[in-house]
């Protein structure tokens, strides 16, 4: 978050633009919070970005890099730390830390600034970026583009120039060699003659597009030249070609399209005087046809059963396989790279998978012959106006067969939903919890008992109830009528829409994500009832459980008197300290509730038995009658027991729901909390409070609702309007809540308030 507090820095009235021209951040969110929990940084988000927006031209001078941390970095995807570049904008600059040069790793979010790859990447661009005759930071903004671009984005290997001469004396009394030859190889080692190396490209014009060339010594010196017009076998002057290449891990490659260049005559290879130095040298004429082969991805749905292949039989040095409709984000595919050398001795390959719409590429060094996996996932979706397609390029040996499997993972499919749509999970959870808490209040009306969470939960909570009616809302969205019916009434726009338009979001996402949700819905459910059994047991081992009492006044001055305490605490202090105390409140009494129906039941269960010892000989029908006790079963002695157990039972079980929907409240106001004890020795208020108002309202309903009972609620009128308003607010949750986490607290608020009026009406 620091680099956009720096961002933040420009809109304040009194601060200068010109003060700074540079901006280096690392795995900062600056398209959005990862997590939306509070309106404040939605809105602080928003201000930054309409003020870099609307001041576009003001901040060109302004160059700005934002450097991400890849796949491994499970704290900010890198989609987040991307720059929106303007077309009035041209000097912002946005690389994952996998394609940077001399780094090509991704980092998770930690060891991002301290990873020693990008520190020394940062620490030459910052000395390359000093001014001579000012000794800071340059003015020029191009040449600060140029830097950042020499060592974030392509790196030939040389030291940077601002203004590298145009032609260079080749000197030296080194021997003159002239190759003819359309492929050439040339191994040094401990060689103390210098030569040069002469490559004719008249002979080649007609039939070659490109001249590829390689070079394993990784030194920063020039090694390939370009003569022009040049009839002799040698050239005095030429021009620098080492600019061209581009480093990688082991070599550095020079492609050159041949029509680019008509003025050239002849391409130079210096190899210089090596003592103690092994490398090696290659070069090959070729068409860009011949070593570009089309690579269509299989399906989203083939789940890996189904795979592209592709056979490389020719024995170049480069090729490059064009990935065909690969451009969303939730695709993802694994490449398997199988490599067969005539020779056995090991040699040294590079892949990189290169997406030519973001700085995002990842490298890949292995040693050949061998059986090699990439994997193939993007950050950031093909822009609309962009019909570039991803492309593997193999930097291959010469006496080695190539072959490309790609196949659809379903794992990493899972794996980018989770990485993109994580956020919104809480979201889901609550809806399926909230279309059992109104499955649960449907069943009490019908048949008078409540069901058990875990049934109710697989019987309502289907995705077909909600999905359809968004992607419906989605759909009218685009037509201009529905757009201004919906603005009028001042609607916001659904989160499904602002997804799509961003490529994140595809209809089965939701689905994936609903399914997920009523998963951790059920076995969150699971451990809490388990827990809730543990704590039980304490409770009956340290204190002795009293009878069940019947109170039927939902207040008292004890009560007033918290709730009063409780909203004086959120006013005062923090409005999530006081949910968390309610909370721990709500979770006593759910405990001791538990216990004392737990102890009930075993009374009733001894009685039973005891009055079947009894009647055993007098009447077997009466027997068969007794012998079945389960939760709700009315006790054979007492009929005024029996009614207080069940009815205690079914308010264990709508408790027990509207504490799990309490629970993820909770969770979503835990990082308040957490901000106020760390910030309580400098002030006692937390100010600006997100959840200051909504804790008053909560307190207030849970403190009624916790000594509520079904026998109150069942003789409301307004029992089948609070059955059914969970639905619509499940709708209206997905619809307006995924990218607002803060506002889920405010429909399952509204919810428990028609509960806590189904009480008193």
Known sequence: MGGLVARALLTLKNFKPELINLLITQATPHVAPVMPLDKYITDFYTAVSNHWILNAQELRNLTTLSVAGGFRD????????????????????????????????????LSIVWCKELILATIRALFDLIDENTRQITEDPKKRMSVLNHHFVRHPGKIFEENPEAFTELTGDFMWIEVKTSKWTYSVYNDSDGKYFVFPLASHRKSYSHVYCENSMLDTSSWIYGCMDSNSSTCLEATDLSWRAELLPTIKVVILKLQDYPSLSHIVILVP????????????????????????????????????????????????????????????????IESH??????????????????????????KVPSSSEISAKLHVAQPGNDSRVPVLNIYSSSDCQYEVILKTSFLQILGQIIRFHAGALPVYVVSNILLTYGGQLSTLISTGQCSEFSLELIRTAKPYKVEPIISIVVFLQGFNWFREIWDSLSLPEVDAAVLSSQDVWFP???????????GIAYWSAVFFSASLRVFSTLWLILIRPT???????????????????????????CGALAVFIIYLQYLFKVIKLHVNVGAEKNMLNGDSDCSKETSRNSSR?????????????????????????????????????????????????????????????????????????????????????????????????????????????????????????????????????LHVLCCLV
């Open 508 to 518: 089965l996402v939701s689905l994936i994500l609903f399914l997920l949700g009523a």
């Open 341 to 366: 050398c005539q020779s056995p001795n090991e040699k040294t390959n590079v892949y990189r998978l290169h997406i030519p719409w973001s700085h995002e590429d990842s490298v890949t060094v292995v």
């Open 74 to 109: 499970y704290q900010v995807r890198s989609g987040l730390a991307f720059l929106p570049r303007l077309s009035q904008q041209d000097s912002a600059l946005s690389v994952v830390s996998s394609a940077v040069p001399r780094a090509w790793a991704s980092t998770d979010h």
């Open 547 to 573: 009878m069940l009492q019947k109170d039927n006044k939902l207040f008292t001055y004890r009560r007033l008197c918290v709730m009063g305490s409780l909203a004086l605490v959120s006013w005062t202090t």
């Open 621 to 753: 029908h009466t027997v068969k009658s007794r012998s079945l006790i389960d939760l709700t079963s009315e006790p054979t002695q007492s009929l005024s027991n029996s009614t207080t157990i069940a009815e205690t039972i079914n308010s264990l079980k709508i408790h027990l729901t509207i504490l799990y929907l309490f629970t993820w409240i909770v969770l979503l106001n835990l990082p308040s909390l957490v901000y106020w004890f760390k910030n309580l020795r400098y002030n006692v208020r937390l100010d600006p409070d997100p959840c200051r108002s909504t804790a008053i309202i909560l307190v207030c309903i849970l403190e009624i609702l916790m000594n509520s009972t079904t026998s109150e609620v069942k003789s409301s009128k307004l029992l089948k309007i609070a059955a059914k308003v969970p639905l619509p607010l499940s709708v209206a949750m997905l619809a307006f809540g995924r990218m607002h986490l803060y506002k889920v607290p405010h429909f399952v608020t509204f919810s428990l308030l």
């Open 273 to 336: 005087p090596t003592v103690g130095n092994k490398f090696a040298l290659d070069c090959e004429f070729f068409k860009e046809d011949s070593r570009t082969v089309q690579l269509p991805v299989t399906n989203l749905f083939s789940f890996g059963l189904s795979s592209s292949k592709i056979l490389l039989n020719s024995t170049g040095l480069l090729y490059n396989v064009q990935l065909q409709h690969f451009n969303q984000v939730y695709q993802a595919f694994r490449i398997y």
